[in-house]
Nanobody, 124 residues
Framework: QVQLVESGGGLVQAGGSLRLSCAAS????????MGWFRQAPGKEREFGAG????????YYEDSVKGRFTISRDNAKNMVYLQMNSLKPEDTAVYYC?????????????????WGQGTQVTVSS
């Protein structure tokens, strides 16, 4: 079993920044890709960013590319999402998830473990 706990969400004005953290515990962390997803009210959960097991490969969804940065620290079992130039449309609950594979999938069903989510609200 793996437990994932997100933190760092909050209320920020448009153009501002937030840094989300995800702490992992349980089984080995560095053999799996990690992803950040988000879910806005009334919408499906969508992929935002992912990082390979080693951290050597990264992939972003187009709407966050150039504004968000995903990173991981395998020694600390942590994954981060630095979010800059935030927009009101970034408002959502953000989830950290562990993939079944070493490479980065974008579909939710390819992730086995999920955190409880952290709310990010961007005001205009």
């Amino acid at each position: 079993q793996v437990q994932l706990v997100e933190s760092g969400g909050g209320l920020v004005q448009a153009g501002g920044s937030l840094r989300l953290s995800c702490a992992a515990s349980g089984r080995t962390f560095n053999n799996n890709a990690m992803g950040w997803f988000r879910q806005a009210p009334g919408k499906e959960r969508e992929f935002g960013a992912g990082i390979r097991d080693s951290g050597g490969g990264i992939y972003y969804e187009d709407s966050v590319k150039g504004r968000f940065t995903i990173s991981r620290d395998n020694a600390k079992n942590m994954v981060y999402l630095q979010m800059n130039s935030l927009k009101p449309e970034d408002t959502a609950v953000y989830y950290c998830a562990q993939a079944r594979s070493r490479w980065i999938p974008i579909n939710t069903h390819e992730y086995d473990y999920w955190g409880q989510g952290t709310q990010v609200t961007v005001s205009s």
